[in-house]
């Protein structure tokens, strides 16, 4: 019976054993607490940093290059409750917008009344200006009476100004260098790269290749 006793407790300290080491086990592999929660954020950020560069997106010059009046007249919709554009047309809460596209900022046809702020603004309506003008009248003109939040995505934008230009016309726009340029630099940067290690091949291979390494190392995290 003792003997009994003894296997049955034997038993139950046991299972207390396998028990508490199963836990210690499963905290090993599955790390009940949070310490590993701050390498999440850091793949997240990871994602918003390239997300961060996509809406950087093209320049004005290239967007403009493919812009479109008829999508810009529906995204112009949500001007007309304040604004007309046919030429001759009426001042309303916003001014008439016929030609705007070049003309000096906050002058207007008919009179309108302008805030101080925007008719003290000074210069023309460029692209870029209209650009900035659209995307926060706000910011561009602190204290306007355009009570417009502003369009955030820079296609309609460019949309909603090639519009505004189709009704009296427009500046020349301005060029889409960049971002042709920029490709063009990092493709130029990789081809040094390979350039680097073709000539370390032909001579003295290992140091090249490590100059190489460290040339692409240096490069990605500067984009
Ligand atoms: C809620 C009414 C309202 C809406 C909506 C609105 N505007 Fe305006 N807009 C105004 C007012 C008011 C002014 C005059 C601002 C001032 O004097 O500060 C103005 C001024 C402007 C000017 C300057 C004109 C000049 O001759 O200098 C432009 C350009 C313009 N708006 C474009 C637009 C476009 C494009 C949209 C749509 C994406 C739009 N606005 C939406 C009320 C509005």
Redesign the pocket.
């Known amino acids: 019976m003792d003997d009994r006793f003894n296997t049955a407790a034997g038993w139950v300290l046991f299972a207390g054993i396998v028990a508490l080491g199963s836990s210690i086990v499963s905290g090993m592999y599955f790390h009940a607490d949070s310490a590993e929660h701050p390498e999440e954020p850091g793949f997240f950020i990871q994602g918003e940093a390239e997300d961060g560069g996509a809406a950087d997106g093209p320049d004005l010059g290239t967007l403009l290059a493919s812009a479109d009046a008829a999508a810009g007249e529906k995204?112009?919709a949500?001007?007309?409750?304040?604004?007309t554009i046919e030429q001759g047309g009426a001042n309303?809460?916003?001014?008439n917008?016929y030609g705007?596209?070049g003309?000096?900022?906050?002058?207007?046809?008919g009179g309108?009344?302008?805030?101080?702020?925007?008719?003290g603004?000074g210069g023309t309506?460029t692209w870029e200006n209209?650009d900035a003008?659209?995307a926060s009248?706000r910011a561009f003109?602190n204290?306007?009476?355009?009570?417009?939040a502003?369009?955030s995505k820079p296609e309609?934008?460019a949309n909603?100004?090639e519009?505004?230009a189709a009704n009296g016309g427009a500046p020349a726009k301005p060029a889409p260098a960049a971002p042709a340029a920029e490709e063009a630099i990092e493709e130029d940067a990789a081809l040094e790269g390979e350039e680097a290690a073709e000539v370390a091949g032909a001579e003295e291979a290992p140091a090249a290749e490590n100059a190489a390494a460290d040339d692409g190392g240096a490069a990605e995290p500067a984009e």
Not at 92 to 95: A, E, Q, T, V, W
């Open positions: 995204v112009f949500k001007c007309t409750a304040c604004h309303g809460i916003g001014p917008l705007v596209m003309e000096s900022i906050g002058t207007g046809h309108f009344a302008f805030s101080s702020a925007l008719s603004h309506w209209m003008w659209l009248p003109a204290g306007t009476k355009m009570s417009f502003g369009l309609d934008r909603v100004m519009y505004l």
